[in-house]
């Protein structure tokens, strides 16, 4: 079976139509070569923050795969002329990842987390995948690294032999810190949000039916108000009616993606 690189562009975004089955296979494979990949997962917190900021948005679309995260961005995508388009969670698609690595003796990293979440996420790991290979693990501080700093760190990632790297430091830092060291790191580099705390059981994910809704947010929001409400509140109503305007305004014709970025996208 072909892998599907595909996107549809999503406000000003491409995203990937797949699912967990091929995204998993194309990123194993990935990880068997010598070039460095960039993974970014896309609900529509960084679609709309990409909306707004032009160098973020370049980041988004230069990024090798970029997975619908949340069911908004799959609704999204099934209206404007992807029916089979998918949910690929990052989650889950660490789990099930982590899961194939394990059984295929690849090597794993994970950068980001507290040092609580991150000692807390390889426990876990290790307790789920006895055979999985964590070969580097690492809690950044949370003020910017020095230029010594991050250039230990990249190297202590290249010797470790990690063929794919979790990068879990939150949107928009994650994805602009595995662009930032694409060229360094021959490897799948992997945003994957509060995947860490998700895992590990500090933070808690709303049930599946709340997913499957998508009332993720909602969960998310009523956990965390204080952080989170201008987050909701002012990207959620502007991403409704993007696409609705999208829908309604460009739905016979191919996309064009924004900045003269290269998107895959398919006429509807």
Not at 34 to 47: L, N, Q
Not at 229 to 234: E, L
Not at 243 to 255: C, D, F, I, S
Request: aromatic content about 12%; hydrophobic content about 40%.
């Amino acid at each position: 079976m072909s892998l599907n690189l595909q996107r549809c562009q999503v406000v000003s975004t491409g995203v990937n139509v797949s699912n967990y089955k091929e995204t998993t296979d194309l990123l194993v494979g990935w990880s068997r070569t010598d070039e460095g990949r960039v993974v970014c997962v896309a609900p529509v917190h960084p679609i709309m923050e990409a909306f707004d900021k032009r160098n973020y948005r370049a980041v988004l679309n230069a990024a090798d795969f970029v997975t619908a995260d949340g069911m908004p961005v799959v609704w999204s995508q099934r209206l404007l002329g992807f029916p089979e388009a998918e949910r690929v969670y990052g989650p889950t698609l660490t789990l099930q990842l982590c899961e194939r690595c394990a059984a295929e003796g690849i090597p794993i990293g994970l950068y980001g987390g507290s040092p609580a979440a991150l000692e807390a996420m390889q426990d876990t790991l290790k307790a789920t995948f006895p055979l999985l290979k964590i070969t580097y693990a690492f809690s950044p501080p949370f003020r910017e690294l020095t230029e010594e700093e991050d250039a230990a760190v990249i190297d202590a990632i290249r010797v470790s032999g990690c063929r794919v790297l979790f990068v879990g430091l939150g949107t928009p830092k994650q994805d602009l810190w595995m662009a930032a060291h694409r060229e360094r790191l021959p490897l799948v580099q992997i945003g994957v949000g509060a995947a860490f705390d998700f895992i590990s059981g500090r933070k808690r994910q709303a049930p599946g039916w709340m997913q499957r809704a998508g009332l993720e947010w909602f969960f998310r929001l009523c956990c965390e108000p204080r952080r989170l409400w201008f987050r909701y509140f002012w990207h959620n109503p502007r991403f409704v009616a993007l696409v609705a305007w999208q829908y309604l305004g460009h739905r016979h014709r191919p996309e064009a993606s924004p900045d003269n970025l290269t998107v895959n996208t398919r006429s509807y």
